[in-house]
């Protein structure tokens, strides 16, 4: 898949700006740019060093196209591998088109999404988990999900899948010479060292599966309901967390009729809350209809935040609420308490559990609730600097990789023939290798870098 050809691309956004950057990458990038390139002074761009800064003009037919600044890069020591060179020019679209066509018609082809990352891996500059990693940082668009790309991206994940799959391999190099050697009965791997290397891979396996869930909404940001009864507080609450008016407050039950979202970060986490109609008993057909969505985002939730009246609610009501949703995280938000007495409030305390207490009004007690939420979500992982699993596509090899090694570990316990072993390993190796891209298909990589942009 290696390709010898040129290509070329506006790495950066396209549009009107102050600069825009075209890059080209391949065996006869710095050839092409020194032809229409005229450095201040009497420099040989061919000649000059890797990792050097120059300035002149790109000239056309004796034309000036624009003044720039051309930075060298010279293979293998630049992100593709390859010869590269990145112009930076003025961010008139105009000159970008003109500047691109121009070494289209010297020898480059247009680079197709994520060729230069594709020509990185391809060329040993990244493993595939780290070249995902670029696509991820690219759209971060937080604190947590930025800090998950860059401790991937520089190789913590794909070192520890590295280090696992090294370890299973030099066992299955002994299993597999066991079979050369049926006839003699012999074992070469010992059966108690590889029990204790299977069960530090399926540890590692299972925490990392289970990290997916937490990487997974920090990624795409973790939807919060906001339910309860009309005239609770709700909309008051989001928009106290939001600091905006964003939801129409009112005194008339029913005010919401439809769900209202909005994305905030704490922390440098994504929290999506999404206000729901009051949910309550009614003849209003459109009400009704907001009330089904309300049932409908508490599904869709990771967290649901089941706002009462400190003066007036049921406990039976968070009971059924309960039940209903057995398997979901519900924090009981106790609003008002400014209305209400503080031995009440106590009580409520002591009798239910997983409760917070605020004034959506004048802002008390959000703090402790926001703390809360960065608690539920497990975000304190992310300070421990531990390995966070985003990708779908890892995510399912993982699975795939686990379930193979607890075969292997069946056939250990059941005294199976090395030769049954010997294909759950292989496959073990082959899941984890599709995370690192040591095992790949065209297909695969097509499907991986047709997400990126144009130019990465």
Known sequence: MLQEDTIVALAT???????????????????????????????????????TLHLGHIIENSNVLDKVLV???????????????????HGSPYIQQQMIQLFLRNGCRMATPGEFTLRAFLNGKMDLSQAEAVAD?????????????????????????????????????LIELE???????????DRRQFNRLLNKITDVLERLIDSFALG????????????????????TLLNVLLNEERAIVSEIAGTTRDTVEDQISIEGINFRFIDTAGIRETKDSIEKIGIERSFEKIEQAALVLYLVDAKNFAKKEIEALQEKYPEKKIVIVVNKIDES????????????????????????????????????????ELGKN???????????????ALEAI???????????????????????????????????TDDLLGNIFSNFCIGK
């Open 406 to 440: 607890q075969k292997v570990k069946e056939a250990m316990w059941e005294g199976l023939a090395s030769d049954l072993m010997a294909i759950d390993i292989r496959e073990a190796l082959f899941h984890l290798g599709e995370i690192t891209g040591n095992v790949t």
């Open 179 to 189: 079979l050369d050697f049926s006839q003699e009965d012999v074992e070469f791997a």
């Open 71 to 89: 930075s060298i890069f010279k293979g293998p020591h630049s992100y593709t591998g390859e010869n590269v060179v990145e112009i930076s020019c």
């Open 341 to 380: 007495s503080e031995s009440k409030l106590e009580s409520l305390k002591n009798d239910i559990s997983n409760i917070i207490f605020i004034s959506a009004k004048n802002g008390e007690g959000i703090p402790n609730l926001k703390g809360l939420l960065l608690k539920m979500t497990n975000a304190g």
């Open 137 to 173: 940082l690219i759209a971060s668009d937080s604190k947590a999900s930025h800090q998950i790309a860059v401790q991937q991206m520089r190789g913590g994940f794909s070192n520890e899948i590295q280090n696992l799959r090294e370890e299973l391999m030099n066992f299955a190099s």
């Open 216 to 235: 997974n909404v920090i990624k795409n940001g973790i939807p919060v309901a906001i339910v309860g009864e009309p005239n609770v507080g709700k909309s």
């Open 386 to 400: 531990n390995t966070i699993i985003t990708n779908n596509r890892h995510y399912d090899s993982l699975l795939k």
């Open 13 to 51: 956004a396209p549009g009107i700006g102050a600069i825009a950057i075209i890059r080209l990458s391949g065996p006869d990038a710095l050839e092409i740019v020194s032809k229409k390139f005229k450095p201040n002074g009497k420099k040989n761009l061919r000649s000059q060093k890797s990792h």
